[in-house]
């Protein structure tokens, strides 16, 4: 019991020990509560200024950035204005392309039409286009063979004219077709004249008439070669003397009937009118004329029997060419090639009448 007893003294004794600190603790903390209080405010002072400066930079970067909103703003709206003026002036632009594309599609129809028209016309008038075509041809064809003889341009305007009625293929110009084709070959059957190689053979023997020599003119000096041997000496100079007197000797024979050539003007006219009848014979040949070809070239072989040296080399060499010109037929009978054009034109008379109403 005792013991019991005595443990509660004991713990009352701690509790007074223990209030007592627990008071003095108290009156500490009373007493240092100012010093807190004052930590307290500056903390808050200190927490407002930081917050307003911090509140301050983001007022100046805000600031920055609606100045530049701003800026950006300005200048997207003057871009927008150009766009808007290029806008209106690309519009108005259009509108002019508009009314021109308007009026080109209004000129494009009209073209249309007339071009329908025309084709329409052209299919109704196709055989007499192509008709009149080939009549034309068939015109020229014996234009060119009747008065120019030229047997080539009438074949070329003939296949031309056959070519427009092949593309016809109306069988109204069958018997037409057939009379050209064998127009076509009466032509072809002409023999081939060479009029280049003739016209460059009289050209030659003009040329050659300055080698013919003349009959009844000889020259003696055929012992000059003696003479030239023998040179030394009065003998050897009274040769040469001789030789020289017997060179300026000209024996001149006259047959008859022939004329006295014993001046150089006579036998330079005598070569110029020879030239001159070789001249007509290539006149001649070239525009087809048989007759003065013919009469030209035994004219001019009668001059050089005449007038040269039947026995001079030249002389041959003339008279062998000018009677192988001679035998050349220049202009042979042509056949008629009017036939096809006739039928043509019946042909064409035909359709055009059963044309009109």
């Known amino acids: 019991m005792s013991e019991m007893e005595q443990k509660p003294d004991e713990a009352a004794v701690p ?19 100012p010093r807190s209080g004052r930590g307290l405010a500056w903390f808050a002072v200190l927490l407002a200024l930081g917050t307003l400066g911090g509140g301050y930079s983001l007022w100046q970067e805000v600031d920055k950035q609606r100045a ?24 108005a632009r259009l509108a002019q392309d508009s009314g021109a594309l308007e009026q080109l599609r209004g000129d494009t129809r009209l073209l249309g039409d007339a071009l329908e028209k025309m084709n329409e016309r052209l299919g109704r008038d196709r055989h007499a286009w192509v008709l009149a075509e080939a009549d034309y041809l068939l015109q020229m064809a014996n234009r060119r063979l009747l008065l120019e003889r030229d047997v080539a341009g009438a074949m070329a305007a003939m296949a031309a004219a056959d070519q427009r009625l092949a593309f016809l293929n109306d069988p109204l110009l069958t018997k037409v077709r057939t009379l050209l084709s064998e127009e076509l070959q009466a ?9 280049d190689g003739i016209t460059l053979e009289l050209g030659a023997l003009s040329k050659g008439v300055d080698n013919l020599v003349l009959a009844g003119v000889a020259r003696e000096d055929g012992g000059t070669a003696a003479v030239a041997e023998e040179s030394g000496g009065w003998r ?4 040469t003397l001789w030789a020289d007197i017997r060179s300026l000797v000209v024996i001149r024979r006259h047959d008859a009937g022939n004329l006295p050539l014993t001046t150089p003007d006579q036998r330079l006219l005598l070569r110029q009118n020879l030239r001159l009848k070789l001249e007509t014979a290539r006149l001649s040949l070239l525009r087809g ?3 003065a070809y013919h009469a030209a070239l035994q004219e001019a072989d009668g001059w050089v029997e005449r007038f040269y040296d039947a026995a001079s080399p030249a002389t041959v060499g003339m008279r062998e060419a000018l009677g192988r010109l001679a035998a050349i037929e220049i202009a042979p ?3 008629a090639i009017d036939q096809s054009l006739h039928a043509l034109r019946e042909v064409s008379a035909r359709l055009e009448r059963s044309a009109r109403p």
């Open 15 to 33: 509790a007074e020990s223990v209030t007592e600190p627990a008071a003095a603790a108290q009156e500490m903390a009373e007493a240092e509560s």
């Open 68 to 91: 530049a909103a701003l800026h950006e703003n300005q200048v997207l709206h003057s871009r927008l204005e150009q766009l808007t003026a290029q806008q209106q002036e690309m519009a």
């Open 187 to 195: 032509l072809r059957a002409l023999p081939r004249l060479d009029v």
């Open 236 to 239: 050897g100079f009274a040769r």
């Open 289 to 291: 004329h048989g007759q």
């Open 333 to 335: 009978p042509l056949p």
